[in-house]
């Protein structure tokens, strides 16, 4: 796999990488848009930090794309809905950075409280005043968290040890959650009304962008101080710079901006305001934190040329941890089944459903759901269909997809059935997991016990004796050796079903002599995958 990095990022994180033989990796920092254009296309993976936007623009230059990784935790310099409309993988480091960021949010709080920055410079210039720079402690003052996640929880728990009262705002959370931490869930308005000091921790989106305006500047408190460890624009900054002047917020501290570098002159006026304490972006800047996240991304695209789940795929359905090893091998079953039945069904089919009998079923079905619908997909378009896009492809295609659980089953202890219909009829294929392996068990209302290999024959005729014969001897002059035989049969000299698995696979020509000597009602022969 070629992998490009172009933004700086840490050695000894990406050692995995480097000692892998499967993996060719180039660093090329700052290229120029129509550079980075030009190059894209010779590379499957992409690591990048926040110096690079991946658009639109240059996933269509992405021809051989298959996985942005993002060595950090926000991602709004991706176009996510792009890369998956494409079947890219978007991979981040959600934990790598977080201590950093948190530690970074309660120093620029307390050099801000502590007039830190000022005090030190005037001492430098060699003079020794102490008067101006009292400060505020911490103790007793209500922290404002707004975004209680990974990073926002961390501070929570450092603020608390502060002996501040916290209170937080996040909904998507769940109450035991903030019960953890210590913290009181409360709506943003209480936030804005009665916290001592604001601190964001959400990511930046179209619900987050601009959500603290001047409408919320002006319920605040008098002298509240306001922090932004997360990212430019979740503050409004001209209300911001409104706010400061007026003496509304007694001080802030930024490490984001909605333009980097900052060139506006709103930004330039924040930066330069007597009562900002600012940094260039650092919340993720600790040796620790950079080689984390690099890490961290290194293992998601070893993980993928493994063939291994991804833990930090944002746009891929995945199992529930503990599940994971229960799970995992009826992927495989699923992908199988898909494939197999996407090469027997008429085409244009107009409804896939699938169905979980047994055990399986008492779990969340969908990422087994996904993997099936990429599976079988992959044979009815030119584009390239796997679980990241299998959903959206479906849909463009007119497909309905159907998911159906049960936990009652007859003669297994877990069953997948998949079902494909389409104006020309229906099939159906069922299969089931025996001490691990892969097993087909029903082909319409055929009762039937195979191991899905490389090259098969599926036909059904009518059984009379000398048929099966009649099908060694074509198979063997012209030269294809049977490995395996599976017979289906609801009556005696009724329609059969015959599954052969061989060891080479056989053309056209074979399979119409063997159609007209035993006078096939259906006669197909299946490649699987590897």
């Not at 089919?349 to 399986?360: A, D, E, R, V």
């Amino acid at each position: 796999m070629k992998v490009l990095v172009t933004d700086e990022i840490s050695e000894n994180g990406l050692a995995l990488l480097l000692e892998d033989p499967r993996v060719e990796l180039d660093k090329k920092l700052g290229l120029s848009k129509a550079q980075l254009h030009d190059t894209i296309g010779a590379y499957e993976a992409i690591i990048t930090r926040s110096g690079t936007t991946v658009d639109e623009a240059l996933l269509d230059h992405a021809t051989n794309l298959k996985m942005i990784a993002r060595a950090g935790v926000g991602i709004d310099n991706v176009d996510v809905a792009a890369a998956s409309k494409r079947g890219i993988i978007v991979v981040n480091a959600p934990l790598g950075n977080t201590n950093s960021a948190a530690e970074h949010t309660m120093a620029l709080l307390l050099s801000l409280c502590r007039n830190i920055p000022v005090a030190n410079a005037d001492l430098k210039s060699g003079a020794w005043n102490r008067a101006p720079f009292t400060g505020h402690e911490l103790k007793g003052r209500t922290l404002g968290i707004i975004g209680l996640g990974k990073v926002g929880g961390r501070v929570a728990r450092r603020a608390k040890a502060f002996e501040m009262e916290v209170i937080a705002c996040d909904p998507y959370i769940a109450e035991k959650r903030a019960e953890d931490f210590g913290v009181k869930l409360v709506p943003l308005d209480d936030i804005v009304r009665f916290a001592d000091v604001i601190t964001v921790h959400t990511p930046l989106n179209e619900e987050t962008r601009g959500m603290i305006t001047a409408r919320h500047f002006a319920k605040m408190q008098d002298g509240v101080i306001i922090i932004n460890c997360a990212r430019g624009g979740i503050f409004e900054e001209e209300a911001t710079l409104e706010a400061l002047n007026s003496g509304k917020v007694i001080g802030a501290a930024f490490d984001v901006w909605s333009k980097e570098p900052p060139d506006t002159e709103t930004l330039k006026q924040l930066i330069g305001h007597p009562n900002m304490v600012v940094t260039p972006h650092l919340g993720a800047n600790t040796f620790e934190a950079q080689k984390n996240v690099a890490v961290d991304v290194s293992r998601e695209i070893i993980s993928y040329l493994d063939g291994l789940p991804l833990e930090n795929a944002l746009n891929i359905p995945r199992f529930d941890p503990d599940l994971m090893d229960q799970m995992k091998p009826f992927i495989g079953l699923i992908s199988t089944i898909g494939d197999f039945i996407s090469q027997l069904a008429p085409p244009n089919p107009n409804k896939i459903t699938f169905t979980y009998h047994g055990k399986l079923a008492r779990f969340d079905c969908a990422p087994l759901t996904v993997s099936g619908l990429a599976a079988l997909l992959n044979h009815c378009t030119e584009q390239e269909v796997n679980l990241v896009n299998a959903n959206l492809v479906a849909h463009n295609m007119g497909i309905a997809v159907e998911e159906i659980r049960s936990t009652e089953t007859e003669s297994f202890s877990n069953l997948i059935t998949l079902t494909l219909e389409s104006a020309e009829g229906s099939r159906t294929v069922s299969g089931t997991l025996f001490e691990g392996t892969p097993k087909i068990v029903k082909m319409r209302n055929f009762d039937i016990d195979f191991r899905p290999e490389a090259h098969m024959l599926v036909m059904t005729y009518a059984d009379r004796p000398g048929a099966l014969g009649k099908i060694g001897t074509i198979l063997g002059d012209a030269g294809v050796n049977i490995g395996n035989m599976s017979l289906g049969r609801r009556e005696k000299a009724g329609e059969a079903m015959v599954v052969f698995s061989i060891d080479s696979p056989a053309d056209e020509a074979t399979l119409q002599k063997i159609y007209t000597a035993i006078d096939a009602k259906y006669i197909k022969a299946v490649k699987l995958k590897a």
